[in-house]
């Protein structure tokens, strides 16, 4: 699965944004013998999780970017880490809903267990 997105990657900018999450989720089904209505599920759920994180970098991202200048070094240091964590934190608790999907068969483990890295492909739109 992991070769065949790194190919999806490096054709994103010909696909457009929509084709290539289209084609990213379908082949990720594909990998999980996934059809029919859960195949739509999970493609929801993956699409919902996506955006959730976007959601939450843009967040970390304003957060840093509304520091104000007069701030220390330390203090600009620890709020950007605060910002961090925040967004970390989302970031697992989106994962976790759907590694509890996926469930424990083999191939869905072996995705669970690189879910984060398979995320990455997916927002990488």
Not at 52 to 77: G, K, M, N
Request: charged share 35%.
């Amino acid at each position: 699965l992991f070769e065949h997105l790194g190919i999806f990657l490096e054709e994103r900018s010909t696909l457009g944004p929509a084709r290539y999450g289209t084609t990213v989720l379908r082949a990720t089904a594909e990998y999980l013998g996934l059809s029919g209505r859960e195949a739509e599920q999970f493609r929801d759920l993956s699409q919902g999780s996506a955006r959730e994180i976007e959601q939450a970098w843009r967040d970390r991202e304003a957060t840093i970017l509304a520091l104000p200048e007069w701030l220390s070094v330390e203090d600009r240091d620890r709020f950007e880490q605060e910002a961090q964590e925040r967004y970390g934190e989302s970031k697992r608790r989106t994962l976790a809903r759907l590694e509890q999907f996926l469930g424990p068969a083999p191939r869905r483990s072996r995705l669970s267990a690189r879910l984060e890295e398979w995320m990455d492909y997916l927002v990488a739109r």
